[in-house]
């Protein structure tokens, strides 16, 4: 099975990309939350790799962060939702806001979501309210940022005069990316590379 990718981004559109790995191409389904956050074309990138196999196809399924793919993987645990429909909804609702309307019932919220309905809104509900939790913690440093690393580059990008927003989330990306044992200047440095995109 296919966990991660690291290649170019040869081709973007907001439901897929092609990633270009050691001259090989791999078709890879996106949400629209990991579109936004995609470089340029030609740039590198490492992806989180849902793998699913069919009778007659093998797709993939790609996302930034551990968190989208953990939230991915937990919609595919109701029934009647199959990957693309898990994609249509990480497409159309954060991932923290996803999770809050799980674990609080919020049918209201999830209906909000395109392609979801009263019924399928109401199963989500009743078969992941108590696996969120589960999935979060499986997430690791999407859950729970090591808070001196992401302090200290965060800080650092403000104090070169970038704006919170988005110094926020490079800083995230970097240190998802690269991990909590990262040192400090290689995760500025990923932060400032990621920020410029």
């Known amino acids: 099975m296919i966990a991660r990718l690291t290649g170019k981004l040869a ?9 270009d790995v050691g001259g090989v191409g791999y078709q890879v389904f996106i949400p629209l939350s990991t579109f936004y956050e995609l470089p340029e074309r030609g740039e590198l990138i490492t992806l989180q790799i ?18 989208e793919k953990e939230i991915f993987k937990l919609l595919l645990n ?3 939702i199959g990957p693309k429909l898990s994609l249509n909804i990480l497409s159309g609702i954060a991932c923290d806001d996803l999770t809050a309307a799980l674990a609080s019932g919020d049918i ?8 979801i309905g009263q019924k399928t ?18 997430a690791g440093q999407d859950v ?6 992401f302090d200290d580059a965060l800080s650092a990008l403000l104090n070169l005069g970038y704006k919170r927003p988005n110094a926020e989330r490079a800083v995230k990306r970097a240190i998802t990316e690269a ?4 040192h ?12 410029a995109l």
């Open 11 to 19: 081709l973007k559109n907001p439901d897929e990309i092609l990633l």
């Open 50 to 67: 849902y793998t699913a196999m069919r009778e007659n196809a093998i797709e993939l399924f790609g996302f930034l962060t551990l968190k």
């Open 78 to 80: 109701v029934s009647k």
């Open 108 to 115: 209201l919220k999830l209906r909000g979501i395109p392609g």
């Open 121 to 138: 809104a109401e199963r989500m509900i009743l078969e992941l309210k108590d696996k969120v939790p589960k999935a979060q913690a499986a």
């Open 144 to 149: 729970a940022l090591p808070g001196e690393l």
């Open 179 to 182: 991990g909590r044992d990262t």
């Open 184 to 195: 400090l200047e290689e995760i500025i440095r990923l932060s400032l590379k990621y920020i």
